[in-house]
């Protein structure tokens, strides 16, 4: 078995080894699993059945992840995209002010031929010449924005940081026990990093989980529970439909630009993190991409929003997963959560305060450590050069305050097209980024 493994998936030779990459992928897991409750209460609000999307997150997000490990070889975890989610529902879906009232059929028929259009452009190649034609000032720049953002996201769903109109964000109610837990285990994962314990993440995540269920703010809810009927959202996508709309252009468009770039940018983030470039190129981007429109596809005529590339897969990298091996793990683990939904409801389904704020302190500390990890990329920028370092700037500062690694790649390319194409170095920029800039300033637009 040892043996069918390594020329499968080249574990030694990626510098890993099958425990690692269990460990990975375990720690991937957890880390997302938290939109197996996440994604059926969002999609509930335009009127799904939350069991059934509970179900299909799972399920679609375990087939895609496996797919990619087993077609890309790389520890890539995949499932329904937070941004694309909320687009899905409250801009989509919505029929108050602003709303397009979709159906959520309708809608998820506009997901499926977004999915379609990003499979033929995987097939035809164009993606290779998207991620080459991405400047290195660019690539550093998403990487430490994708990095912020993630970190961004811990200390909000610790508690740490909370909505504040004045300033945006202001300090969190510290003292609570949420809180408390979650700066726990972020302080003692850090401290297991630091003395180079092997899966540190992984351990310190189950730590954390421990102190919740010692301060009440995880209680034990039993182990199994019977998988609830996809038959309430299975094929019920409405892919003709969509073109009864008057702006479905636009919609499909939107779900297509949020999906490619998200997957483009999260790809060449965790890649440039991971030291999977070679020769600045990544090894079979192609298929990376394949599988993520094919996961969309699946997604929606299962029932689900956007299947896309998941951030939190850098969990899995930092504890050293470098193969397809870890994404099998993070899809086999999706699958059992379908039989074990009050344990891992335990882990990822978040703590509400009795304010009514949803926290999650148990994964927070696992976020805010691997955003750490992933923003130190921002040292090689070249600063000295501000045709490089401008839009690599934006794209960091962007990225996290608009919550949209999409927003982030958008004003990253407008002002690199602009600042560069009025000096001395216009000639030198690859032609794909001035196409990009202008398809983005189109996509705002159309907005």
């Avoid at 073109?243 to 940018?265: E, M």
């Avoid at 699946?298 to 951030?311: D, E, H, P, Q, R």
């Amino acid at each position: 078995m040892r043996g069918i493994i390594e020329r499968l998936f080249k574990v030694s030779e990626s510098g890993s080894s099958i425990r690692t990459e269990l460990i990975g992928g375990t720690a991937t897991f957890f880390t997302l699993s938290y939109i197996i409750f996440v994604q059926p209460a969002m999609l509930t609000a335009a009127g799904m059945d939350f069991g059934a999307v509970m179900a299909v997150t799972c399920i679609a997000s375990a087939l895609t992840t496996i797919l990619m490990g087993l077609f890309a070889n790389y520890p890539i975890a995949l499932a329904p995209g937070m941004g694309e989610n909320i687009f899905f529902v409250f801009t989509v879906c919505a029929t108050t002010a602003g709303g397009l009232a979709y159906t959520w059929q309708e809608a998820l028929g506009a997901v499926f031929w977004a999915g379609v259009i990003f499979l033929l452009v995987a097939i035809s190649g164009l993606q290779s010449k998207l991620i080459d034609a991405i400047p290195d000032g660019l690539k550093h720049g998403i990487t430490a924005g994708i990095g912020l953002l993630i970190t961004i996201l811990g200390f909000e769903w610790a508690g740490i940081i909370k909505d504040n109109p004045g300033t945006l964000v202001g300090i969190g109610n510290v003292t609570s026990t949420p809180v408390l837990v979650a700066i726990c285990g972020t302080l003692i994962t850090a401290l297991l990093i630091n003395l180079r314990v092997f899966g540190a993440i992984l351990i310190g995540l189950l730590i954390t989980g421990v102190l919740g269920i010692m301060t009440g703010i995880v209680s034990y809810q039993g182990v199994f529970s019977k998988p609830p009927s996809l038959a309430p959202t299975l094929f019920q996508l409405d892919i003709f439909g969509v073109f009864t709309k008057p702006d479905f252009i636009t919609v499909i468009v939107l779900f297509f630009f949020l999906d490619i770039f998200d997957t483009i940018g999260t790809l060449v983030g965790l890649s440039t993190y991971a030291g999977f470039f070679k020769n600045g190129k990544i090894p079979r981007a192609g298929r990376v991409l394949g599988v993520d429109a094919f996961g969309t596809v699946l997604g929606a005529s299962m029932g689900t929003s956007t299947i896309t590339s998941y951030l939190e897969s850098a969990a899995g990298i930092v504890s050293g997963a470098r193969t397809g091996l870890a994404a099998i793990m993070t899809g086999v683990l999706l699958l059992a959560s379908l039989f074990f939904y009050p344990l891992i409801k335990m882990i990822g389904g978040g703590y509400v305060t009795p304010d009514g704020v949803k926290l999650y302190p148990i994964i927070a500390p696992v976020l805010i450590l691997v955003g750490s990890f992933i923003v130190k990329s921002i040292k090689e920028i070249q600063w000295d050069i501000p045709g490089e370092a401008l839009p690599a700037f934006f794209t960091i500062m962007i990225m996290p305050l608009t919550f949209s690694i999409t927003e982030g790649i958008s004003f990253g390319f407008i002002s690199y097209a602009v600042i560069n194409l009025f000096s001395k170095r216009w000639r030198s920029v690859h032609p794909m980024v001035y196409i990009l800039a202008v398809l983005f300033l189109v996509r705002y637009m159309l907005m």
